[in-house]
C-alpha cells in the first residue's frame, strides 16, 4: 500500500507543470493510467476557510484515491478529510500544497464525509473553484 501511494503521489506531482484548464484531464488520466475509475467528481466555489464535502459509502477491500485540487491560482493550500459518521478523521492530507492526496483501502464497508477545505488564498474573500476527484479500484 505505502508503495502504490508513493508512486501515485510521484505520478500526480507532475500535475503541477501543466495549466489549471488542463489539470482535470491529466489527473483523470494519471487516476485512470494507474487503474482507478473516477467515482465521483465533487466541486464548489469557496472562500478561504470554507469546505465543500460529499456523503460516500466506500466498499470493503476496494482501494480509494482521493484527489483534491483548485482551477483558480489564487489558491494556494487546500486539504482533505475523511471522517467517520461521529466527525472524527478516518484519514486527511493536511500539508502545505494545493494538490491534497488521500489513498486508501477500508477494511469493511461504510459510509464517510469527505470534506475539502480551502486552507489558505492569496485573496482569502474570493471564492474559487475547489474540486476533488474520487477514484476507486
Do not use: W
Not at 36 to 44: E, L, P
Not at 51 to 73: C, L, M, P, R, W
Not at 100 to 127: A, C, G, H, I, W
Request: aromatic fraction near 16%; glycine fraction near 4%; charged fraction near 25%.
Amino acid at each position: 500500500m505505502k508503495t502504490l501511494t508513493m508512486l501515485l503521489l510521484a505520478s500526480l506531482c507532475l500535475v503541477s507543470s501543466f495549466t489549471n484548464a488542463d489539470k482535470y484531464y491529466v489527473i483523470k488520466q494519471i487516476l485512470e493510467d494507474h487503474k482507478y475509475t473516477i467515482v465521483k467528481d465533487i466541486y464548489g466555489y469557496i472562500a478561504q476557510g470554507e469546505t465543500v464535502y460529499y456523503y460516500k459509502t466506500f466498499y470493503a477491500n476496494t482501494t480509494y484515491a482521493i484527489y483534491g485540487f483548485s482551477e483558480d491560482e489564487n489558491v494556494n493550500d487546500l486539504d482533505i478529510e475523511v471522517q467517520y459518521s461521529d466527525g472524527t478523521t478516518y484519514m486527511n492530507d493536511s500539508g502545505s500544497d494545493d494538490e491534497p492526496v488521500v489513498v486508501f483501502t477500508p477494511s469493511y464497508t461504510r459510509t464517510m464525509k469527505v470534506v475539502l477545505k480551502n486552507y489558505s488564498s492569496y485573496t482569502p474573500d474570493d471564492e474559487s473553484r475547489c474540486e476533488f476527484l474520487i477514484a476507486a479500484k
